[in-house]
């Protein structure tokens, strides 16, 4: 059984910082993708990409946090990190951990965390 634990939201101040941290445990083969969504207030059915880190050690950004989030792993831990600097009011969402895993047996598999709520007041 693989489960995403998150951790590290808040209520934080426009122009201040968090930091989330996504922790992967269970038994699979390989991780493959690690990333962070959100899922804006009023939004129930919309949940927007923030950033993503492959193994091959691509990363991609949304257009709205380039330059001032930053995603990054630590595959010893099978944890991923986003570090949230210069937040807007327009930040504030559940954001979710999501991991694309390959296990023992068969295909690649779509996992989640449970959500972390982020405030950001103005």
């Known amino acids: 059984q693989v489960q995403l634990v998150e951790s590290g939201g808040g209520l934080v101040q426009a122009g201040g910082s968090l930091r989330l941290s996504c922790e992967v445990s269970?038994?699979?083969?390989?991780?493959?993708?690690m990333g962070w969504y959100r899922q804006a207030p009023g939004k129930q059915r919309e949940r927007e990409l923030v950033a993503v880190s492959f193994k091959t050690g691509t990363i991609d950004y949304a257009d709205s946090v380039k330059g001032r989030f930053a995603i990054s792993r630590d595959n010893s831990k099978n944890t991923v990190y986003l570090q949230m600097n210069s937040l807007k009011p327009e930040d504030t969402a559940v954001y979710y951990c999501n991991a694309g895993i390959l296990p023992r047996v068969g295909g690649v598999l779509d996992y989640w965390g449970q959500g972390t709520q982020v405030t950001v007041s103005s």
């Open positions: 269970g038994t699979f083969f390989s991780i493959l993708t």
